[in-house]
């Protein structure tokens, strides 16, 4: 990839112009990356009891929301997040999958898929979690699944 930097004293603010022949993940994930740079935006903190807990999206094995409150399930605890689960799908980037209008998955924990009722399939996680994934998102997974 080619990059060319225009220096000036004119520039009040920096901004970045991507030029490319279409937009591929890699170029989404990109821009994503540039806009969020030094802003804290990246930063997600649960609340753990009376505690604000910085999480790392390494972590992370799925979202969750229930009774309209977003939670984060890590290897060994959940947090209440602040924020919704579209914002933290931006901020997490590629490496997570909605599966369902109230689960987003982290693909690097994804054990194992199991055939359910009526096309829905019950994905087994590394940490023993289990996450349904509705018919809509089936196309997706079995996309990165190679099927």
């Known amino acids: 990839m ?5 220096i000036s004293e004119n520039i009040q ?5 991507i030029h490319a ?11 994503r ?4 740079f030094g802003t804290g935006k990246g930063v ?3 609340k753990l009891d009376d505690r604000m807990v910085v999480i790392d999206p390494e972590s992370i ?9 977003v939670y984060i399930v890590t290897d060994e605890k959940t947090y209440r997040i602040g924020k919704r689960m579209y914002e933290l799908l931006e901020i997490l980037g590629s490496g997570f999958m909605q599966v369902s ?9 994804l054990e194992s898929v199991e055939p359910s009722f009526n096309g829905v399939m019950v994905l087994h996680m590394r940490n023993g979690e289990k996450e349904y994934i509705s018919r809509k998102f ?10």
């Open 61 to 69: 094995v799925l979202i969750r929301v229930e009774a309209e409150k």
């Open 13 to 17: 603010e920096p901004y970045a112009v």
């Open 21 to 31: 022949g279409e937009l591929t993940p890699e170029i989404a994930e990109l821009a």
């Open 101 to 109: 209008k109230s689960a987003a998955i982290n693909l690097k924990y």
């Open 33 to 36: 990356e540039i806009s969020q």
């Open 138 to 147: 089936v196309p997706q997974l079995k996309k990165y699944l190679g099927l």
């Open 2 to 6: 080619r990059v060319d930097m225009n």
């Open 44 to 46: 997600i903190i649960g």
